[in-house]
């Protein structure tokens, strides 16, 4: 694995706020640092933290009304205890504070939520000019979800689910954790093939939640994966 104190796996922090470069090694720490707030049991879209087993159930908040156009946010950071050998899939997190310090061992899962449209990301002079783009009837507007974290030797896999209030499923799939260094291909995302992401239009969270309504993420780490 690569030596903590190098800087050449380090990757960029993904919040848009936050241009740090971050070690691998060190993601958590950051994150703490840098991004956890007090009060996030009151804000929307402030980051939790959680401690989680494989198979074990989280369900997020999901107040997708909120969530301002283009913006990557991070609802939380599930510390996964791992399948019992996290030593050889992935680094150590150091540095934490004493409080944080049996995270140590653990992979830091941040999972991320995004607002944007088509237009955005194809860049097209014609989306600055659209006023009518931050509208939320606006068909181009959809919701990408992804799990990213650490470095890791071997595949780590994840169920994740957009649920309404009643805990109806609109969407369900497995997806790889991608590495936070890392950054998806436009053409992969467009040709549907990157398979490290959910999206859901905004017709389809409006059929799945009422206007006053927000919805449910349920994020399940299923783990590493296994030959057949």
């Not at 260094?181 to 436009?186: D, V």
């Amino acid at each position: 694995m690569q030596n903590a104190d190098d800087n050449v796996m380090a990757g960029m922090c993904p919040l848009n706020e936050c241009r740090q470069l971050v070690a691998h090694s060190h993601l958590l720490r950051h994150m703490i640092n840098e991004h956890l707030d007090e009060r996030a049991h009151t804000l929307p879209f402030q980051m939790r933290l959680r401690e989680v087993w494989t198979g074990q159930r989280t369900l997020l908040l999901l107040a997708f009304r909120q969530l301002r156009s283009h913006r990557e946010e991070c609802l939380a950071i599930l510390n996964w205890v791992g399948d019992g050998h996290n030593r050889s899939l992935c680094d150590r997190q150091l540095d934490l504070s004493p409080h944080h310090q049996a995270l140590s061992e653990h992979l830091p899962i941040l999972v991320m939520v995004s607002k944007t449209s088509w237009s955005h990301l194809l860049r097209t002079k014609q989306v600055k000019a659209d006023a009518k783009l931050s509208q939320p009837t606006d068909p181009g507007i959809f919701y990408i979800f992804c799990l990213l974290a650490p470095y890791t030797s071997r595949p780590v896999y994840a169920s994740l689910s957009v649920l309404n209030c009643e805990l109806h499923c609109l969407r369900r799939r497995r997806q790889k954790i991608r590495n936070f260094a890392t950054r998806m291909h436009l053409s992969e995302f467009i040709n549907g093939i990157d398979s490290y992401f959910m999206t859901i239009n905004q017709s389809e969270m409006d059929q799945l939640c009422r206007s006053d309504e927000s919805a449910f993420l349920e994020i399940i780490i299923d783990g590493e994966s296994r030959p057949n």
